[in-house]
């Protein structure tokens, strides 16, 4: 294996692109009472999407007990979705090991929710639904 190859699986993320969810349409869903909602958990200590199920920083152990807790009253294929949007994604703490829960476990509709800088520029400033 060569050396960029060892370094681009190194640096490969748990989820694929087509997982990144834009806001818009998660908001849209939300804001549409006859839409099928997916479980929306917040896995980070940034604020509260409106209907999403607080987790807390998925880089502490005990968090990262309750999201596996959570999940597995769940089926495989639910649609999840989970976000942070403490910082931007090369430095979050919390995604990785939540996604890859979701990806041990064998959940075949999950997302990300795509805050590529945090949640008050890329959801709250936008106006999008939070919980008050």
Known sequence: ?????????????????????????????INNPSAKH??????????????????????????LKKLKQLLLKE??????????????YKNCPNI???FSLLNALKFTNHKLLDLPHNLKVDWIDKGYPINN
């Open 1 to 29: 294996m060569s050396v960029s190859m060892v370094v681009s699986a190194q640096n490969a993320e748990p989820w694929k692109a087509g997982q990144l969810l834009p806001p818009t349409i998660l908001s849209a869903v």
């Open 38 to 63: 997916p479980l929306i958990i917040d896995i980070g200590p940034a604020g509260s999407i409106k209907e999403s199920v607080k987790i807390g920083p998925a880089d502490k152990k005990e968090n």
């Open 75 to 88: 089926n495989k294929d639910r649609e999840i979705v989970i976000y942070c949007g403490c910082c931007p």
């Open 96 to 98: 990785r090991p939540a």
